[in-house]
């Protein structure tokens, strides 16, 4: 079964480092999103991504958030400057294109990065 | 507001029983749809279950089922013949007719064996 890979699995930063969290989406899908749960939390909406731009993005996700598919592939996150409330752990996301279509509202997840942040 | 409500932070069920896990949301649009995930101790979310809104025809799969009632915006789940490996947090979840789903708080299931 296709899955959404995600790398690292687990990343430990100083605070104010940057930080780039990578995901593969499976390869048909071509909505992609990231989202965060703090450890015990809600899962919180970080940011859509569709036609190589952002179609949608929280209050959490300020300047100091970025996402970018830069080959195709890979879809990544950058926190610029980590902060010790960005500790959490972060899922990609991804469907298949359609309203109509079965699977095409369905979100597969990742395993998730934790990030750590000291 | 666009929230999907989980009221039972935690819950606890003895194998082989049945539990009922509830999820209310808020919504003005009259098509979305509705998931039940699945998040294990190894923390990745899979799909239990999902319902169209247009559809009046409750979603089952295997052991899950669900309770949909759009007046009411009430969305339950319920896992008959509980197995110890239904022990997970259970999120539900809610598609608007864009782009973005919104997640509940999330309930802690227990199966005691």
């Known amino acids: 079964e296709p899955e959404v890979t995600q790398t690292p699995s687990h990343q430990v930063t100083q605070m104010g480092q940057e930080v780039i969290l990578r995901c593969v989406p499976i390869?048909?899908?071509?909505?992609f999103y990231w989202y965060r749960q703090i450890l015990g939390q809600k899962v919180e909406f970080l940011v859509s991504f569709y036609n190589n731009e952002i179609s949608e993005k929280s209050e959490i996700f300020d300047d100091q958030f970025s996402v970018e598919r830069p080959d195709g592939s890979n879809f990544t996150l950058k926190i610029r400057s980590t902060k010790l409330e960005d500790s959490a752990m972060y899922f990609c996301?991804?469907?298949?294109?359609?309203?109509?279509?079965?699977?095409?509202?369905?979100?597969?997840f990742g395993a998730g990065s934790r990030l750590t942040v000291l | 507001a666009q929230t999907v409500t989980q009221s039972q932070p935690e819950m606890s069920v003895q194998e082989a029983e049945t539990v009922t896990l509830s999820c209310t949301y808020d919504t003005s649009e009259n098509n979305y749809y509705l998931f039940w995930y699945k998040q294990p101790p190894s923390r990745q979310m899979i799909l239990v279950i999902r319902?169209?809104?247009?559809?009046?025809q409750n979603a089952t799969e295997n052991r899950f089922s669900v309770n949909f009632q759009k007046a009411a915006k009430s969305f339950s789940l319920k896992i008959s013949d509980s197995q110890l490996g239904d022990t997970a947090m259970y999120f539900c979840a809610r598609k608007d007719n864009f782009n973005k789903f919104y997640f509940g708080s999330g309930t802690k299931l227990n199966v005691k064996p």
């Open positions: 390869s048909n899908h071509l909505y």
């Open positions: 996301a991804s469907r298949v294109p359609g309203q109509a279509a079965s699977g095409a509202n369905v979100l597969t």
């Open positions: 319902q169209e809104a247009y559809k009046q």
